[in-house]
């Protein structure tokens, strides 16, 4: 019903930059909101960041000020750029999408496959 395919992983240097891209496709209606988490080797999965649809966002304190989301309405796709790398952003990143299909009133979360993200020292 949704897909949500996501670019722009791979390996980079610290300090360095990459810019990670969502888009979702299917029968969707709305968006509530869409985000980003992230889950390094042992720990549990955490949320970096969520654009909400009223424009609205949320950042967990270690990126505030490196990483910014935002969004393409028309392509219904998300971004998050990420500046000022560091290796303890080494994770799977994975998008979040709450989304309300065409014969639906209440949104569902969906998630991407993952891509993986490096930060070498």
């Known amino acids: 019903q949704v897909q949500l395919v996501e670019s722009g992983g791979g390996l980079v240097q610290a300090g360095g930059s990459l810019r990670l891209s969502c888009a979702a496709s299917?029968?969707?209606?709305?968006?509530?909101?869409m985000g980003w988490y992230r889950q390094a080797p042992g720990k549990q999965r955490e949320l970096v960041a969520v654009?909400?649809?009223?424009?609205?966002?949320n950042y967990a304190d270690s990126v505030v000020g490196r990483f910014t989301i935002s969004r393409d309405n028309a392509k219904n796709t998300v971004y998050l750029q990420m500046n000022s790398l560091k290796p303890e952003d080494t994770a799977v990143y994975y998008c979040?999408?709450?989304?309300?299909?065409?014969?639906r009133s209440r949104g569902t979360s969906y998630w991407s496959q993952g891509t993986q993200v490096t930060v070498s020292s």
């Open positions: 654009l909400h649809s009223g424009g609205s966002t």
């Open positions: 299917g029968s969707i209606s709305s968006i509530n909101a």
């Open positions: 979040n999408g709450v989304i309300v299909l065409t014969d």
